[in-house]
């Protein structure tokens, strides 16, 4: 049985990753920052780590030592600032890159990292320090898997939560394509990858825009869109704005700015469909 180690654990990806590998037959150690809270339900459905690890470390994932790649095969790392406080420099890039060259020192046979669709055009501080991690795993002597999905269902949650408010906001047309993905779905895709060597851009069954996704929560709630537009002007404008009003700020708004304007599809995997996920979360009466 190989024994893999999983950073980002606690996260919507990282707890479906620990459930497919349990389920593969791996042996799963954790880094996390609190035990107590990772062995309960994550958030958006994401299931509980009860039972799903082998062993447990509780520790600063950025100050972890070499002792934690004692007897590991394999690295999984869902590792990334997402709503944490946190330097994306910090984490996404020195945490990962930490973790990489503990495992190639442990002559660990691979590593996969979940990344981020189009990191190597984005100019926040976030793409730019997952897209520095990936080079810095594609140089590496180890196996590299860089899966980098669509975006997740735990995410566009916020359109269904705003379509119950009745807000429906697009950018422009709306006309920007994504391919929303599941937990589950991507974590069997990754598991399947173990052992591979690659890169793969990858998303749910369905593509849709982003204009089609808020009709698709306001279905859910059997309501009808009643449309803000904000000209593409105006968000160029907002991240003048946020640039100056600090580096958080600024790379939150670059991010959300940019993935709104390029298309994020990749190929598609699984069975899961957001018409469900929202059909679900509308409940039986639409909301
Ligand atoms: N959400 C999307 O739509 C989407 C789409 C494509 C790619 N991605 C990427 O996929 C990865 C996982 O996303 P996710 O939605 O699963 O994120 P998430 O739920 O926020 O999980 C992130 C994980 O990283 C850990 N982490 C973050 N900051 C940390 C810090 N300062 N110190 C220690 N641990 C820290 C979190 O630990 P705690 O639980 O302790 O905070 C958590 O385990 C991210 O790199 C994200 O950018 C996301």
Sequence with gaps: METVLVAGATGYAGRHLAAA?????????????????????????????????????????????????????????????????????????????????????????????????????GTSALMRAKAAFEQALRRSDLEAQIVNPSAYFSDLTAVLDLARRRIAVRVGAGDTRIRPIHGADLAGFCVDRMGARGTWDVGGPDVFTYREVVELAFDALGADPRWIVVPPGVLRAGVWAADRMGPRVSSLTRFFAEGLQHDGVGAATGTRRLRDYFGELAGPGGG
């Excluded at 799903?52 to 394999?74: F, I, Q, S």
């Excluded at 890159?97 to 189009?118: C, I, K």
Aim: charged share 25%.
């Design 21 to 121: 590998l349990h389920a593969g037959g791996y042996r799963v150690r954790a880094v996390v920052r609190d035990v107590e809270r990772a062995r309960g339900p994550g958030a958006y459905g994401a299931p509980a780590l009860a039972g799903l690890v082998d062993e447990w470390v509780e520790a600063d994932v950025a100050r972890v030592g070499p002792g934690v790649m004692e007897g590991v095969e394999r690295v999984v790392s869902a590792l990334g600032v997402t709503r944490q406080k946190a330097d994306p420099w910090d984490i996404d890039y020195a945490a990962n890159l930490r973790l990489l060259e503990l495992a190639e020192a442990a002559g660990a046979a691979s590593f996969l990292y979940v990344g981020v669709m189009n990191a190597q055009d």
